[in-house]
């Protein structure tokens, strides 16, 4: 992704969201209230890469909830619940995601 795709603003609000998610994500600064002094970045973006199965479940979840609620806020929360699951073994994502929260579809 070019740095101009990362910036929201193109008008389509599912997009914007993406953007937003997508940018606060790679900058380390998702959900602080969640996740502040917890080092995620490399290990949800394979070490920078933005490959493997860690980061497309973590956008999955991301998209999922946005198109089931229609709630960014939501959105980025529950995501943030699963990251903080990954790198906080006494952490525990309540309530569980569910499959319609995970489910990955080409």
């Not at 900058?27 to 497309?56: D, H, I, K, N």
């Amino acid at each position: 992704m070019s740095a101009a795709e990362l910036v929201p603003g193109c008008g389509v609000p599912w997009l914007d969201a993406v953007a937003r998610f997508a940018a606060a994500l790679g900058e380390g600064r998702l959900a602080p209230e969640l996740l502040a002094g917890r080092e995620y970045v490399s290990l949800v973006t394979c070490g920078g890469t933005g490959a493997g199965s860690t980061f497309e479940l973590i956008m999955a979840i991301f998209t999922n909830v946005l198109a089931l609620t229609g709630d960014e806020a939501a959105a980025v929360r529950r995501t943030a619940q699963h990251v903080r699951s990954l790198v906080d073994d006494d952490y525990e994502v309540e309530p569980e995601l569910t499959e319609d929260e995970t489910i990955q579809e080409l």
